[in-house]
RNA sequence: CGGGGCGUGGCGCAGCAUGGUAGCGCGCUUGCUUUGGGAGCAAGAAGCCGCUGGUUCAAAUCCAGUCGCCCCGACCA
């Protein structure tokens, strides 16, 4: 491609709508430009990195026998109707009505058609395993879009179902998807982690949401060194190791800390540490009133209780709930008397003499332990921190920012049973179908490619996602001989099949140079007339430092070395 | 939806407290000079000051409403 006769609209300075750096460098390198909240057009450059993000994804799905289909954006009520989700799912459903009063909606996602496809058509194991795809555009109408493409209201997905005859092959094809998601971001370039996901009311263990690891990543990944655990924060256990037999008891004293409700206020007017102190949480759920008992500097991770205790929903009580169940106002609540099930952290295991409140005004109790009051158990009920032992291999966990682009899901019968998805075994007999579900987000993956990969000139895609590879870059487009050179150059990179662009404007070199940085394109040959008269160009690779001389009739072939270097990094 | 902020040539902004001529930088057009990191000189084009209503002799500026956009929280690929 001809620079010049290229739509690349740069801009030189930070447009005011982005606050991300992957935001602000779309539009400033001319990838996407805004329709309106949340909603994108994507330019010349921006769409070849998409598209190239795509390819790896068909060649991947293909690989493990997923087949594409394309389904519709638009899609009848009465589907959703049918799953349920035409009430659950909320204002995110666009909804919509067409001239004849008929009720619509812009898919968010479509396990509704695909099962009912697959329910029309599918009538005998004989024709299961049967994995679906598809990449489109989505619509969710998002609390609040932001971060520019990261998430928009309308974006690309490609979305994989899966249909088998029994839990063992769904459990294959969960595999089989998880195995390609591994390859495609590797593909991608990516610094990556699959991660424990949390499941939700389906449970079990097949939920892994794939993050790429950035700074600015809106999710926590809690990851050990040493044995490859990794999950989700709102999953991630820890590890334990209990002491023995505390059986001090009695000796707890109550002291008067007039107005101090929080754990901080506490701890620093008895002049202890926060650690010191436990601190009684009061829930309300759907098995009635409870209480959490969690070391005064942790925080109870209501994930985690919920999944471990087997609560369908639970929320931080209110009030008056306090009130009721403690006979003590809120911020001196302590497990002391309480008759309401309690739940300890297993941190609490271990503390002895240890601080908590006394279920009445302005009161604590110091000196207490274990025996002093009785629990249901003890759980792993808190927020995974830094530092905290892994609980498979109790080493050190770290915990790292990333950004959610993948996540693959068994959703069992779910559907299948909800829409009557059924096929004929080997008896005879009726069954469902077992699914599972397997998204990717496309778009989202180039602006997540940026934010892990930039410096301050511009972007530093991964290879494999970068809209040209080279970047052939005449200084001065009046001196004949460098242009004669630049478009042999260009038409033999072309003929290797290399994604060259000839920057062949009339404008100065370092506006050349720095749209080259600011696009990221990994190759650049400058071809200045200084060198030239010494038979030399120059070539510079966009992340590091330094530029290298070489002769003109080296060019193509240092050029293609590169290129294989890059593809297999 | 709750909280905060912003709408002025294509982009980034000033002007607005105290009403009266719409301004700066970048970009754009033309010419000349320049040609290794976002050039210099000269001449130009381009704005319903988001929109609607009000106050006033007079509104970018004051008042009311409205629309849009961005940021922080609850949702998610």
Redesign the pocket.
Known sequence: MLFSKMFIP????????A??IS?KLMLRAGFIR?L???IYTWLPLGLRSLRKVEQIIREEMNRKGAQEILMPLVQPKELWVESGRWEKYGR?LLRIIDRNDRDLCLAPTHEEVVTDLVRREVRSYKELPLTLYQIQTKF?D??????GIM??RE?T?KDAYSFDMDESGAEHSYLDMYDAYMNIFARCGFKFRAVEADTGQIGGSFSH?FMVLADTG??VVISCSNCGYAANLERAEIGFIGKEGMQKKGQYKRVETPGKKKVDEVAAFLGVTPATLVKTLIYNTDQGVIGVLVRGDREANETKIRSLIGFDWLELSDVETIEKATNGPLGFSGPIGLDIPLYADNDVCNMEDFVVGGNERDIHVKDVNVADFSVKGFFDLKIAEEGDPCPRCQNVLMAKRGI????VFKLGLKYSKAMNATFLDKNGKEQFMVMGCY???V??TVAAAIEQSHDE?GMILPFALVPFEVDILP??I?HEESMVLAKEIYNNLLDKGIDVVLDDRDE????K???C??IGIPIRI??????LKDGNV?I?IRQEKE?LKIKKEEVIERVLNYVEDFKRM
């Open positions: 740069t801009m030189k300075e930070d447009p005011k709508e606050e991300v935001h805004r309106s909240s949340g995110e969710r998002e609390i609040r879009p932001r971060f998430r928009g974006f997905m949401e809106e999710d959610e682009v993948g996540h998204g990717i987000g778009s989202r000139n200084v001065n009046a100065r070199p370092g506006v140079f720095k749209d940085d600011l400058t071809i200045g007339e200084r060198n120059e510079k530029s």
